[in-house]
């Protein structure tokens, strides 16, 4: 499935008033880069503002006015990339004011909502924020799986807002029949198939991507463990027959939504008496074991750790071989509470130019409380960049 050999990389970024950066530009190379300096001294704003672009908001889930630096009227970020072979780059912009709207622009030209800036730029993020994906509940697990997704199958984004919006009607429709009204059969039957139709995609799609999200994180955990450690990666629906097949690599392929047509007929009382739909890819989740055992209750914090990092760098993997282009991997603080034979492994996996196991090459950008995380040899051909009170040096 490779046609094309590509990466997007960062090339500048420019902020101002943007959390605690006043007034600051960094250039980044293709490959590793690394910024680092004290706590507080805003790494990780840096990065929140380059993944703003991929996301269209903060991944510390916070508003759009508290980006504003204290004191300030309005934040700007703006963000200069380039795919591989191209002359030229591209430059996405955002103004965020404390009052009004935001303002997003490409090249100089507004763009008119999130939604037209979604999909220009494309990075994968890792935070330790992230290790809610281990801990957490199935609503992690799947919000993973829906953002990978999302980003390399328009099909999936377009199955998902119809069954998202399918649930949502019908969930009105049970508390509806709840509260003593009484909806047609017709309007059971239209939601009940349309929601089996895309639920049974959505899970194809899901299927299929857990089990390539699979073969990676055992790649990663192989070196850094030794063999000692496997892990296992298994989607498991509630609603669906075992036989969905795996649209990933074969969208064309019909989705068989029977087994979850037939729970969302046969239990109309139950859903009634619970006032929601209890069925569908809604509650879906991935089980993630170590050497067999749960990870959400045995995993250690290495291990947790080791597991959400290499879904991410899987995640990066699978774009490039299904979307034909390398997004740029974002690390925010990973190596805390990785022992030597982990961090080691990791950049090695990384290392040099930043190429993957493949020989393909990627951008990277860390941060890290020390210059010295990339030792000897290995920080050849690696940048840093030295952040500081809300500037970066070299
Ligand atoms: N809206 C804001 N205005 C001004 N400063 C802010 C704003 N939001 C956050 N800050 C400050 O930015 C500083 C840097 O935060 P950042 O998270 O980037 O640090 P960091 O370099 O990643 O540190 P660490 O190594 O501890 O992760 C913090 O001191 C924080 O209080
Ligand atoms: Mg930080």
């Given at each position: 499935?490779?046609?094309?050999?590509?990466?997007?990389?960062?090339?500048?970024?420019?902020?101002?008033?943007?959390?605690?950066?006043?007034?600051?530009?960094?250039?980044?190379?293709?490959?590793?880069?690394?910024?680092?300096?004290?706590?507080?001294?805003?790494?990780?704003?840096?990065?929140?503002?380059?993944?703003?672009?991929?996301?269209?908001?903060?991944?510390?889930?916070?508003?759009?006015?508290?980006?504003?630096?204290?004191?300030?009227?309005?934040?700007?970020?703006?963000?200069?990339?380039?795919?591989?072979?191209?002359?030229?780059?591209?430059?996405?912009?955002?103004?965020?004011?404390?009052?009004?709207?935001?303002?997003?622009?490409?090249?100089?030209?507004?763009?008119?909502?999130?939604?037209?800036?979604?999909?220009?730029?494309?990075?994968?993020?890792?935070?330790?924020?992230?290790?809610?994906?281990?801990?957490?509940?199935?609503?992690?697990?799947?919000?993973?799986?829906?953002?990978?997704?999302?980003?390399?199958?328009?099909?999936?984004?377009?199955?998902?807002?119809?069954?998202?919006?399918?649930?949502?009607?019908?969930?009105?429709?049970?508390?509806?029949?709840?509260?003593?009204?009484?909806?047609?059969?017709?309007?059971?039957?239209?939601?009940?198939?349309?929601?089996?139709?895309?639920?049974?995609?959505?899970?194809?799609?899901?299927?299929?991507?857990?089990?390539?999200?699979?073969?990676?994180?055992?790649?990663?955990?192989?070196?850094?463990?030794?063999?000692?450690?496997?892990?296992?990666?298994?989607?498991r629906s509630h609603a669906l027959s075992d036989g969905v097949p795996d649209l990933l690599t074969d969208p064309a392929r019909p989705?068989?939504?029977?087994?979850?047509?037939?729970?969302?007929?046969?239990?109309?009382?139950?859903?009634?008496?619970?006032?929601?739909?209890?069925?569908?890819?809604?509650?879906?989740?991935?089980?993630?074991?170590?050497?067999?055992?749960?990870?959400?209750?045995?995993?250690?914090?290495?291990?947790?750790?080791?597991?959400?990092?290499?879904?991410?760098?899987?995640?990066?993997?699978?774009?490039?071989?299904?979307?034909?282009?390398?997004?740029?991997?974002?690390?925010?603080?990973?190596?805390?509470?990785?022992?030597?034979?982990?961090?080691?492994?990791?950049?090695?996996?990384?290392?040099?130019?930043?190429?993957?196991?493949?020989?393909?090459?990627?951008?990277?950008?860390?941060t890290s409380c020390e210059p010295d995380v990339i030792p000897g040899a290995r920080a050849e051909n690696v940048a840093f960049l030295?952040?500081?009170?809300?500037?970066?040096?070299?």
């Amino acid at each position: 499935m490779r046609f094309l050999k590509a990466i997007m990389y960062v090339r500048t970024v420019h902020y101002r008033d943007w959390r605690n950066l006043a007034e600051t530009s960094a250039a980044f190379s293709p490959g590793i880069n690394v910024l680092w300096g004290m706590n507080a001294q805003g790494k990780s704003n840096i990065l929140e503002g380059i993944y703003f672009f991929a996301r269209g908001r903060s991944f510390r889930g916070v508003r759009e006015r508290e980006l504003v630096r204290f004191g300030a009227d309005f934040a700007r970020a703006s963000l200069a990339f380039r795919r591989e072979g191209f002359e030229e780059d591209t430059v996405l912009d955002a103004v965020l004011p404390l009052a009004g709207k935001k303002r997003l622009a490409k090249n100089g030209a507004p763009l008119s909502a999130t939604a037209e800036m979604l999909g220009l730029f494309r990075a994968v993020l890792f935070t330790p924020a992230n290790l809610a994906v281990v801990t957490g509940g199935p609503a992690e697990r799947r919000l993973f799986l829906d953002i990978a997704l999302s980003q390399i199958s328009g099909d999936y984004l377009a199955c998902l807002r119809r069954y998202t919006r399918l649930l949502a009607e019908r969930n009105a429709l049970i508390r509806r029949a709840a509260d003593g009204g009484s909806p047609s059969q017709e309007e059971w039957t239209v939601y009940a198939e349309g929601m089996a139709e895309y639920g049974a995609r959505i899970a194809g799609y899901r299927r299929g991507y857990v089990s390539l999200l699979a073969s990676a994180v055992s790649r990663y955990f192989a070196g850094m463990t030794g063999g000692r450690e496997v892990p296992g990666l298994e989607y498991r629906s509630h609603a669906l027959s075992d036989g969905v097949p795996d649209l990933l690599t074969d969208p064309a392929r019909p989705a068989d939504g029977g087994a979850l047509l037939e729970k969302l007929t046969a239990n109309r009382e139950r859903e009634i008496a619970a006032g929601t739909t209890l069925w569908g890819t809604h509650k879906d989740d991935v089980i993630l074991t170590l050497n067999g055992a749960d990870a959400r209750a045995f995993a250690s914090q290495g291990q947790q750790r080791s597991l959400v990092l290499s879904m991410k760098l899987g995640e990066a993997e699978i774009a490039r071989q299904i979307g034909g282009e390398y997004p740029v991997i974002l690390l925010d603080d990973v190596f805390s509470e990785l022992d030597e034979e982990r961090r080691r492994y990791i950049l090695d996996s990384l290392s040099g130019d930043g190429r993957d196991a493949d020989g393909e090459p990627r951008q990277i950008l860390i941060t890290s409380c020390e210059p010295d995380v990339i030792p000897g040899a290995r920080a050849e051909n690696v940048a840093f960049l030295r952040v500081s009170g809300g500037g970066v040096g070299e």
